[in-house]
């Protein structure tokens, strides 16, 4: 690949998989979570999106990229978890608390790459929605540098002169 966003986005799909086993899914964020009839994910799951990135020159068309990398983490609706509830299904219905916690702790200070900066949380809200299901949303900065379009220096081979001869 040679998009920075798509080595990201499959770097943090892996790094996902591998230290978050709870979570079953994880794609691209295409609005798969903004209908409320059944979203076509398996529970839970994570949405990689890319916002807000801004670019800004370093010369000769190098940029420094600096944004947020959003992770949607969705959930099945649970049993109640009023006070009533009985403990086992509190349980349930509370566990993607723990799932939310494990996912950050992997993504906290992790650099998906040598060429990116470390993921760094900068916020985590609940999307409030009409039908039953769980959606948080975590938000890491994520910096990294793209070289990509890099002004080539092209240089002409020197030409010396030595006692009226030219010498390439």
Not at 42 to 48: F, G, R
Not at 59 to 67: F, M, P, S, W, Y
């Amino acid at each position: 690949m040679n998009s920075p966003f798509a080595n990201v986005f499959l770097a943090i799909q892996q790094h996902i998989q591998a230290g978050v086993p709870a979570i079953t899914y994880i794609d691209q964020d295409l609005g798969q979570l903004k209908n409320s009839v059944r979203p076509p994910v398996s529970w839970p799951c994570v949405l990689i999106d890319f916002e807000d990135f801004n670019f800004d020159n370093m010369g000769e068309n190098v940029q420094v990229a600096k944004g947020t990398v959003v992770l949607r983490l969705g959930f099945a609706p649970h049993s109640n978890s009023s006070q009533a509830t009985p403990s086992l299904y509190l349980q349930q219905a509370i566990g993607y608390y723990d799932i939310e916690w494990d996912l950050h702790k992997v993504m906290q200070g992790w650099s998906p790459g040598d060429d990116y900066g470390y993921l760094i949380r900068t916020n985590a809200l609940t999307q409030k929605r009409t039908d039953n299901y769980r959606v948080r949303e975590l938000r890491y900065s994520i910096t990294f540098e793209d070289y990509s379009t890099k002004s080539q220096q092209q240089y002409a081979p020197a030409t010396l002169v030595v006692a009226d001869q030219v010498m390439l």
